[in-house]
């Protein structure tokens, strides 16, 4: 037995951990509490072993013999390099005849998965090629806090910019709940409190550091732009504002059609003083004012936002919102507000000279939305769907898919599947079957994190994880016949003749290129498994020196570019769009508004085959308001019917008196069976579905990102009176 320091990259969080192994099989994993994100591990990252070596693990390609549509699509196992040849053919082939930009590249997030380890090579992969088009969950997932946040900063914050835990007087997490999504985060969260950092929740749910809060906002989900802006009303009102950086580093003072940009957003924010922003969010009016407060008395702020943000009709605005709110503190890169800690120095692999402005301008849903994910070379669910299905803006002919389950991730997702069958090719690589791989041509075994080797620069939350570099060794021996994702992505564009820009196929040369600039050197990272770490020191207030990254050099509150492209260029709110005052004619029949939030126990649509993990959470649930559930004659446990205008889906109900009553909250990534425990799966389409998202639409989506409303809608539940467990 030997044990061995690693991380675990099974979520965003990448733990450092302790790795019990024997004989080439690993045996368990346990914190590492001088790693920077060692100090605990979730039951995810304990449960490795079971992932590694679960019966239902793909080990061989295997090539589709039936018609897509058919009951079984008749796999047929194939050889490494029947696969790898049959992919390279195919696409080359459909690249000569429809452009590269017709083969559409796409990853699970790497929020969520072991592809973070090669995520930067797969978009590399994709840009060599000549493809324009990236389905990643931009629009769901990294919208809010990486990209809309530019048009107000520059740069990406909270996405890049993060919260200086360590040094914050007020920490603000807004639809964020870290003790479940990102464990070391949550753990410095409550070092922060333990040592006096005050905190502010904004969420639907008193979940997770929410007790802990000094306020809790429980917000009418979708609504949180009015709040913001109710916030920011009190501070302007009462002074409560960093006047010098307003003056000084925003275009607060700027004139826009002989008025001042300062005066329009008094007036914008005048509209949700907190009695008004009250009746549309739920929030007491009091407590917005005393949020206002809190936010300006226990400064430094550092903030986080996340998935309560996405997956909104306004989400664009919301951030933005939120993004003027947080320049009011004043606090953007200064000890203990958002800064970027200094990253070890690298050579940028993502490939972004590799793709020429010609191939660039042709992404798929760029005239749609010219701001939006397109521009960064992300294309929605939506987007793919349609050029699958509709060719517009032109066809998508192929995919080349690591991992995302993209049937189960977006909504419609009878309408994904239909769009994975119309293509002419679809290659996917995976752990696991899956609902979205069903719809592949050929599928590759992919070895799980814990068989491969990885290279990891910078562990992102703190300046020393930030600092850390680290090389995962495979810590079991491979199963079957799997490759690394690394491996395939080198492989293929080896075949497709982009050898050149994959160092001849050789890892180790890219890490070595990589790596270079950092002097950090391959033979002392193997010597090191715990990682190495160099003296980075975090610089603040860069802005003093160069400005902001805008095109202005300032904050922009005001966005030329908005004002340019035809939406409010100053943040506003629009209603949900499907929600109790958008679409009150729905509210009879669906008078609930539905949200969700992620399990403790599974990585989204992933993890439900794990036995230990299921022993825990064996069913889908339902959070309902114990009034609510009564009126509908439902008690805790009962399996209900969750109905929207789409359809309906079933759940198991638990009663959660802290839910404002009109208000639920689901779960979405059901569908798989878990054997050991003798659960059967649940159909990803058709009555007995518990699929979320097969009831959810991709619309009406934020104007600027596309991103959907599956955060925000309308529902009933009504109890299911037989078991149907
Ligand atoms: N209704 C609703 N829908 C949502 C969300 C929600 O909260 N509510 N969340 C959204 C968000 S934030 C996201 S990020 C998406 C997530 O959607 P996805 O990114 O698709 O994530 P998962 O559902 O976890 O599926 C990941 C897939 O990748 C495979 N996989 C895991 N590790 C690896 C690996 O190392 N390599 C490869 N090649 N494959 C691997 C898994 O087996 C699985 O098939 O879903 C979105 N959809
Ligand atoms: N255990 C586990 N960890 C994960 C994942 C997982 O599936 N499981 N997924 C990974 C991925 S891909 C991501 S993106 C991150 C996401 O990490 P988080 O953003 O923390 O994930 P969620 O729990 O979905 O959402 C956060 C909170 O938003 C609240 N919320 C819902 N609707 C609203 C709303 O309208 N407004 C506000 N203010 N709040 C709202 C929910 O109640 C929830 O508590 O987690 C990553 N880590
Ligand atoms: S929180 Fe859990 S799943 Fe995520 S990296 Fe840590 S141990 Fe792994
Ligand atoms: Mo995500």
């Known amino acids: 037995?030997?044990?061995?320091?690693?991380?675990?990259?099974?979520?965003?969080?990448?733990?450092?951990?302790?790795?019990?192994?024997e004989d080439g099989r690993l045996l368990a994993l346990r914190p590492a509490p001088g790693h920077p994100t060692g100090q605990a591990l979730c039951v995810k990252g304990k449960a490795a072993p079971e992932i590694v070596n679960h019966p239902d693990r793909l080990l061989r390609p295997l090539r589709r013999t039936a018609p897509k549509g058919a009951p079984d699509p008749g796999w047929e196992p194939i050889g490494w390099d029947e696969a790898l040849d049959t992919i390279a053919t195919k696409l080359t082939a459909i690249a000569e005849e429809s452009g590269p930009e017709a083969v559409v590249f796409g990853s699970a997030s790497p929020s969520t998965s072991a592809i973070s380890d090669s995520i930067d090579w797969v978009v590399r992969l994709k840009r060599a090629f000549g493809s324009p088009n990236f389905c990643g969950y931009m629009e769901l997932c990294g919208w809010g806090r990486y990209m809309a946040s530019i048009y107000t900063y520059g740069e990406p914050v909270p996405g890049v910019y993060l919260p200086d835990l360590d040094n914050a007087g007020c920490i603000l997490f807004w639809g964020y709940n870290p003790s479940i999504s990102r464990l070391a985060h949550a753990t410095a969260t409550t070092a922060a409190l333990r040592r006096g950092a005050k905190l502010i929740v904004v969420d639907p749910r008193r979940a997770g550091?929410?007790?802990?809060?000094?306020?809790?906002?429980?917000?009418?989900?979708?609504?949180?732009?009015?709040?913001?802006?109710?916030?920011?009303?009190?501070?302007?009102?009462?002074?409560?504002?960093?006047?010098?950086?307003?003056?000084?580093?925003?275009?607060?003072?700027?004139?826009?059609?002989?008025?001042?940009?300062?005066?329009?957003?008094?007036?914008?924010?005048?509209?949700?003083?907190?009695?008004?922003?009250?009746?549309?969010t739920g929030v007491p009016a009091e407590q917005i004012v005393a949020t206002?407060?809190?936010?300006?008395?226990?400064?430094?702020?550092?903030?986080?936002?996340?998935?309560?943000?996405?997956?909104?009709?306004?989400?664009?605005?919301?951030?933005?919102?939120?993004?003027?709110?947080?320049?009011?503190?004043?606090?953007?890169?200064?000890?203990?507000?958002?800064?970027?800690?200094?990253?070890?120095?690298?050579?940028?692999?993502?490939?972004?000279?590799?793709?020429?402005?010609?191939?660039?301008?042709?992404?798929?849903?760029?005239?749609?939305?010219?701001?939006?994910?397109?521009?960064?070379?992300?294309?929605?669910?939506?987007?793919?769907?349609?050029?699958?299905?509709?060719?517009?803006?032109?066809?998508?002919?192929?995919?080349?898919?690591?991992?995302?389950?993209?049937?189960?991730?977006?909504?419609?997702?009878?309408?994904?599947?239909?769009?994975?069958?119309?293509?002419?090719?679809?290659?996917?690589?995976?752990?696991?079957?899956?609902?979205?791989?069903?719809?592949?041509?050929?599928?590759?075994?992919?070895?799980?994190?814990?068989?491969?080797?990885?290279?990891?620069?910078?562990?992102?939350?703190?300046?020393?994880?930030?600092?850390?570099?680290?090389?995962?060794?495979?810590?079991?021996?491979?199963?079957?016949?799997?490759?690394?994702?690394?491996?395939?992505?080198?492989?293929?564009a080896v075949r497709l003749g982009l050898g050149d820009q994959f160092f001849g196929g050789d890892i180790e040369a890219a890490w070595r290129h990589q790596l270079a600039p950092s002097g950090i050197t391959l033979e002392q990272l193997r010597e090191h498994p715990e990682?190495?770490?160099?003296?980075?020191?975090t610089k603040h207030r860069k802005y003093l020196d160069r400005g902001f990254r805008t095109p202005t050099g300032k904050v922009e509150l005001y966005s030329p570019a908005f004002a340019a492209a035809g939406y409010p260029p100053i943040p506003t709110y629009a209603e949900p769009s499907i929600g109790p005052l958008s679409r009150p004619g729905l509210t009879a029949e669906f008078p609930l508004v539905l949200t969700c939030a992620k399990s403790l126990f599974f990585c989204e649509s992933q993890h439900r085959q794990v036995a230990s993990l299921r022993a825990s959470a064996p069913e889908p649930q339902v959070e309902v308001h114990p009034e609510t559930a009564a009126a509908r004659g439902i008690a805790a446990?009962?399996?209900?019917?969750?109905?929207?205008?789409?359809?309906?889906?079933?759940?198991?109900?638990?009663?959660?008196?802290?839910?404002?009553?009109?208000?639920?909250?689901?779960?979405?990534?059901?569908?798989?069976?878990?054997?050991?425990?003798?659960?059967?799966?649940?159909?990803?389409?058709?009555?007995?579905?518990?699929?979320?998202?097969?009831?959810?639409?991709?619309?009406?989506?934020?104007?600027?990102?596309?991103?959907?409303?599956?955060?925000?809608?309308?529902?009933?539940?009504?109890?299911v009176l037989t078991d149907t467990s």
């Not at 940009?261 to 007036?267: G, N, Q």
């Open 1 to 21: 037995m030997a044990e061995t320091v690693t991380f675990c990259p099974l979520c965003v969080s990448r733990c450092g951990a302790t790795a019990t192994v």
């Open 209 to 280: 550091l929410a007790s802990k809060a000094q306020q809790w906002l429980r917000v009418r989900p979708g609504t949180d732009g009015a709040l913001a802006l109710s916030v920011t009303h009190v501070m302007l009102d009462r002074g409560w504002y960093d006047a010098e950086f307003l003056r000084d580093w925003t275009n607060a003072f700027d004139v826009v059609d002989g008025r001042v940009v300062l005066d329009l957003i008094k007036a914008e924010c005048a509209r949700f003083a907190p009695q008004a922003a009250a009746g549309i």
């Open 292 to 492: 206002a407060r809190l936010l300006w008395e226990a400064r430094p702020v550092a903030f986080y936002t996340w998935s309560g943000l996405e997956q909104h009709s306004n989400a664009t605005q919301t951030v933005r919102a939120i993004g003027q709110l947080y320049a009011l503190t004043g606090c953007i890169d200064a000890p203990g507000g958002n800064v970027l800690f200094t990253p070890v120095p690298t050579n940028p692999i993502d490939g972004a000279e590799l793709l020429s402005p010609q191939q660039r301008a042709k992404a798929i849903g760029l005239q749609d939305r010219p701001l939006g994910p397109a521009r960064f070379e992300f294309i929605t669910g939506e987007d793919l769907y349609r050029a699958a299905l509709d060719h517009v803006p032109y066809r998508a002919r192929a995919l080349v898919n690591f991992g995302a389950n993209l049937v189960m991730g977006h909504g419609n997702s009878a309408r994904g599947r239909d769009a994975l069958a119309a293509l002419d090719f679809f290659a996917h690589a995976d752990l696991f079957m899956s609902p979205t791989a069903e719809q592949a041509d050929i599928v590759l075994p992919v070895t799980s994190a814990f068989e491969s080797e990885a290279l990891r620069v910078g562990f992102e939350i703190s300046q020393d994880a930030q600092s850390t570099v680290q090389l995962r060794t495979p810590l079991a021996h491979g199963r079957g016949q799997a490759r690394s994702d690394l491996q395939i992505v080198f492989a293929l």
């Open 531 to 537: 990682g190495v770490r160099l003296p980075l020191q």
């Open 637 to 719: 446990g009962d399996w209900v019917r969750l109905s929207t205008p789409s359809g309906s889906v079933r759940a198991r109900a638990k009663l959660n008196a802290n839910l404002a009553p009109n208000v639920v909250v689901g779960q979405h990534g059901w569908w798989q069976a878990c054997p050991e425990l003798g659960k059967d799966g649940y159909p990803p389409f058709g009555d007995d579905s518990a699929n979320l998202n097969l009831v959810l639409d991709q619309g009406p989506s934020d104007p600027v990102s596309g991103s959907s409303p599956l955060r925000a809608s309308l529902c009933e539940l009504g109890l």
